[in-house]
């Protein structure tokens, strides 16, 4: 007999058990997504945490830094574009007890001046917003990548253990 996923989930990991309210992260990282057209510019991460899977470029903020200019520095970085017209599109909490907590600033912008090109950190994809991989992506991108595409505003709690996501809320956040 199986059980419901519910059931199977650590009350500890539930979302709703989670104390938000007290809840620190050890990482306070950006994600950048860069749309032309129907298309989203991705990456395949060739190190870090996360290496093997398509994302967003991005990484962790540095001391001084605000969200929007490290997700700005890091799409640099990683793909040798300077994103234009970025605007803040969400905000996501990642709680795990085998990997860093992390509290991350998500941006799209709807231009960018250079060539993507590929580094030591990072392969652009180019993809349609209405055909992304999510085999190769983190199991949460599904139930709040299309929305930030889509251009709604987020905000997302999400549960893993390993790679495995446990658990997640995800609320469209009026303007």
Known sequence: MCLPVELMIPDHMKISRIDWQT?????????????KSD????IRKKRGLGAGKINGPGGRI??????MQCAIRETEEELCITPLNVKAAGELFFHAEDMPRIHGHVFTATGYKGTPTETDEAIPIWTSVNQLP???MWDDDQFWLPQVLAGVYIKGWFSFEGEILLD????????
């Open 134 to 136: 999510f085999e190769e």
């Open 168 to 175: 997640y809320q995800v609320k469209v956040v009026e303007s």
């Open 23 to 35: 809840w620190l992260p050890e990482e306070t990282a950006t994600l950048m997504f860069v749309v």
């Open 39 to 42: 298309q989203v510019l991705l």
């Open 62 to 67: 540095e001391a001084g830094e605000t969200p």
